[in-house]
């Protein structure tokens, strides 16, 4: 049974709460709604709502209704933008009225409600992000370079190893940075605490697109208790995510502890939050969220930019060639690039904002929610509105970006050759809830393509009897999207490049080994 056919199979039996819902809907004060598909009664949109990829629908449903449209579920009211101008003018100049998150009821099942991310515009949530903003800011960026340095040396030698497992390679990247900058620790090869992460992720990245969980679409269903027909599997998914992110948030944490007491840890994140006295001190519940969110919000994301990469890359051997042509001109063959280089290589920025353009992880964003009633272009928007707002829809403006299909880092170079710096693709977000790891995220994706770049050829894949693998140019639905797993071939283009690979002294960082006693504390995966 669908999600669908089970959510109307409880309609029948919960007419009474359902009223409850209903009655609670605003006055509009005479205005219409922004435009959308016909609502059926009591349902509204339930049954338009796309249930797969729906940005796409989304940009579709423009073309017919404009850029700002209006749906509703059981008379809860959402909001689609397209276009960046509506975006920049309700998300970014009334940003006081559209800056908090839905409540997504089965994240209050799930464990994910430590997610600051998730938290209301409040004071919890602004002291998390003042936190967060003394980290991440972009002029704090440059500190972080030693790390991302290090962290894409080990990438290309992992690269150069295991060529075919490009994917686990790009989930060790992000992950070793921040595993590092957070906790000080090196993570090893197929780190459980990495794995664990990811399938808390997962349960994550399914849950927060509305009407995607039965759950979201019926919010009382989370008190019926978790024997109650159509629930018993998700209670269960849910009770492991809970068990998982404990482990994320607990086991880190406690072993910087553990190394601050024995007067041996290294400098991290969480151990300067934990030095904090005064004013200035944090809960210890916060750091372990703040530290288990910071990863979780790193890893799909900085995954998902990569792989398109070398996707486009497989697909776009042209510009391959461009890219590396700069780098060889700008950097040579005798070193590695760094951060010192990037202004000298604006083809790389360009190709990294049509990377983000074209396949950006979050074609939806995360959604946000309005905390008064609002009026604008003479539509009524009602407080406690969903905002979605369709980023795939943006980068594909054709008054922003023409021919918008077309893969062309060109796009964002001007005549003399400068990088243009107006157009910047809508990615991380708008407004105050904007990606609070933006700068270290653009400075972490930027080194690793221009690193792999400098020193690799990628290609199509061959089979054993010497056929190109052709690569399927379709991409995975959920809050994160990447393309579907494909075959590339990546080589060392030439023999100094394998040599800067093996050969490069690795930029050393201390670090301290993750403490777990299994015996005391429990197998880390259960
Ligand atoms: C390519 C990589 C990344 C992309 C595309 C990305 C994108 C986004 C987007 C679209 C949002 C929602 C913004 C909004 O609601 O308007 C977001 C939120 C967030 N991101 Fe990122 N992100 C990336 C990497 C990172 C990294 C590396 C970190 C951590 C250091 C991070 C931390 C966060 C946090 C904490 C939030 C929640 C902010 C809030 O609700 O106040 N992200 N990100």
Redesign the pocket.
Known sequence: MSDIAKAIAVLGITGVVLKAVLDRRNSTRGLPYPPGPKAKPVIGNMLDIPQSLPWLTYADWAKRYGDIMHITILGAHIIVINSVEIATELLEKRSGNYSSRPDIPVMHMNGWMMN??LKGYNDE?RRD?RI?HQR?RRDAAPSLYPIELAKTQELLLNLLETPNDFTTHFKTY?TSIMMYLLYGHQISAHDPLVEITYEALGMFSGSVVPGTLIVNVFPFLRHFPPWFPGLVALNELCARSRVLLGKMQDIPFYSVKKHMADEKAVPSWVSELLERTGDEAVPENNIKALGA??LA??ME??LS?LRAFIHMMVLHPDIQEKAQAELDAVVGDKRLPNFDDRESLPYIDALYREIMRLH???PL??P?SSSEDDVFNGFFIPKGSTIMYNQWAMCRDERIYPDPEAFKPERFIDADGSLITENFPP?????R?????KS??DNS?WIAIASILSVFRITKAKDSAGNIIEVPDEYIDGLVTAPVPFDCAMAPRTEAARKLITETPPLKLHSNPMYYDEKVHGPINP
């Open positions: 600051m991310g949530w992000r967060l991440f992000p969110i910071t919000a790193a994301t900085t930019a950006g992880p979050a964003g995360v946000h990615t991380y977000g708008f407004g809830r904007a990606c609070a790891g270290m995220a994706v």
